[in-house]
């Protein structure tokens, strides 16, 4: 069966810190991967998504940046972080020709002082 | 484009009764239809599907919902609440064509009262 992880589960991270959270995912190959950031427990905003390894697409224009070194790792960086940036962040992967629903990860909690 | 509206931003429903969530959307062609719950501090588990068939789905923790295509609807019920059923849900959509994308409706917080 599949599994997701993430790293950490938590995060306290001072203004203008570096930032590198951490998404793999077993069980499946050639997975769809998805960053997703959630504020004060709602919305769900699509950060970026992967259908392939070196393939991002980014949604929304900011100062986070996705990469995708492997085939079942995404990786969430930033160079230095703002205080907007603190939330819930969540990874998720899909099968690319399949159920299309996407599962997801536990989730990072990032709390940038 | 593409939208999904989840109109009640809470739900309250005596345990034991009935229970509905509403959603609808908007989506250009046929959609492929999901229902997520959240627990605190948890990601998003992943509930039912409408992809193509039956109009009425059934999922996980005994729910199901029922999709409706002349109202553009699919709403999440559940014959008898439990207590355990307080959670946040989210209704998504996405289009029946290619590798589309989710959009996620902002989330209705179900509380289940003893």
């Known amino acids: 069966s599949q599994t997701i992880h993430q790293w950490p589960a938590t995060l306290v991270q001072p203004v203008g810190s570096p930032l590198s959270l ?20 709602r919305g769900l905003q699509l950060l970026f998504y992967s259908v392939g390894i070196g393939q991002i697409s980014s949604e929304v224009p900011q100062n986070l940046s996705a990469s995708r070194p492997q085939d079942r790792q995404f990786i969430l960086s930033s160079k230095k972080l703002l205080l907007s940036d603190s939330g819930f962040y969540l990874c998720a992967w899909s099968e690319v020709r399949s159920s299309y629903e996407q599962y997801f990860g536990p989730g990072t909690r990032l709390t940038v002082t | 484009a593409q939208s999904v509206a989840q109109p009640e931003d809470q739900v309250n429903v005596a345990e034991g009764n009935p229970l509905t969530v509403k959603c609808t959307y908007s ?52 014959p008898s609440a439990l207590v355990s059923d307080s959670a946040l849900y989210f209704c998504a959509v996405r289009r029946n064509f290619g590798n589309e994308k989710l959009t996620f409706g902002t989330g209705t917080r179900l509380t289940i009262i003893p």
């Open chain 2, 27 to 78: 989506v250009s062609g046929n959609p492929y239809l999901f229902w997520y719950v959240q627990y605190p501090n948890r990601g998003l588990q992943f509930l039912l599907k409408y992809i193509t068939g039956d109009n009425l789905v059934k999922g996980s923790y005994g729910f199901e919902a029922e999709f409706n295509k002349s109202q553009t609807s699919f709403h999440l019920k559940k």
């Open chain 1, 22 to 41: 951490e998404c793999t995912v077993e069980g499946t190959s050639n997975p769809n991967l998805y960053w997703y950031r959630q504020a004060a427990g």
